[in-house]
């Protein structure tokens, strides 16, 4: 019961995706300087057409701007490579296989501008995805400076992030209410993108009526803990986290 007690801890007590910011522009945490309420674009890796990889843009609050379905960047990505000794994978956007939509996923990002990535890394061809990606925003900050320079953090972050949550949420009571037209893929990127501006309040979305959070998978011998102990350890943890950093209810909902 201890070791799924600390590992609820670790989700429940998650800080937000902290953006730096070069200058003192709004809040300071331990040091740094960081924006408050990011824009963040989420993408999840899917396995084929039907359930395509897809990217959606959300606003500062969570709100969904935009999606994109990318279906030649799902299933099985291949890693294009040179020669022995040619240096890094050449970029997406010359691969004749991925070309169209990491072009298409370019000019996107060019629009939103969000201040950071995060790719879901749920399957290994996921590690393919991220690095597409990361070359993406590097061609931006080559390419296309000046996009980049009407960030406030003038950088594009890009981060690999756990899909746990957005999982067991693309099902959830709440993300069918709030998205009754998405098919749970495209909720899933919702909740990915909603993790890192606000991840208790996701958290809380799972502690309903329905109690989902209890299917999550946190320990190997959690099968073993009664069901009214992993309740009382929610619950206590729950109120425990929210009394400390608080819960945004639009996000929560």
């Not at 298409?104 to 969000?114: G, V």
């Not at 893929?185 to 909603?194: D, E, F, K, M, S």
């Amino acid at each position: 019961l201890e070791e799924y007690s600390n590992e609820f801890w670790k989700l429940a007590s998650a800080c937000p995706l902290r953006v730096k910011l070069p200058e003192e522009d709004t809040a300071q945490v331990m040091g740094e300087v960081v924006l408050e309420r990011p824009r963040i674009m989420s993408i999840c890796w899917g396995p084929d057409s039907k359930q395509p990889t897809v990217a959606v843009a959300l606003d500062e609050q969570g709100g969904l701007v935009d999606l994109l379905p990318l279906g030649h960047l799902s299933g099985n990505i291949s890693r294009q490579r040179g020669g022995p000794g040619d240096g890094p994978a050449p970029s997406p956007l010359t691969d004749p296989r991925k070309s169209k939509d990491a072009q298409r996923l370019l000019e996107k990002i060019r629009e939103r501008l969000p201040h950071a990535i995060v790719v879901g890394m749920s399957d290994p061809s996921a590690g393919v995805l991220l690095t597409d990606l990361q070359a993406l925003r590097d061609h931006i900050l080559d390419q296309h400076a000046r996009d980049v320079q009407n960030l406030e953090n003038q950088f594009i972050e890009v981060h690999p992030a756990d899909e746990r949550l957005a999982t067991l949420w693309q099902d959830c009571k709440a993300a069918k209410e709030e998205f009754p037209e998405q098919p749970p893929h495209v909720r899933r990127a919702i909740a990915l993108g909603r993790a890192h501006l606000d991840p208790l309040a996701v958290l809380a979305a799972l502690c309903g009526s329905r109690a989902e959070v209890m299917a999550m998978q946190l320990t190997e011998v959690q099968g073993a803990i009664q069901g009214d102990d992993k309740t009382r350890v929610v619950e206590e943890l729950m109120v425990t986290a929210a009394s400390q950093v608080g819960v945004d209810i639009n996000l929560a909902a």
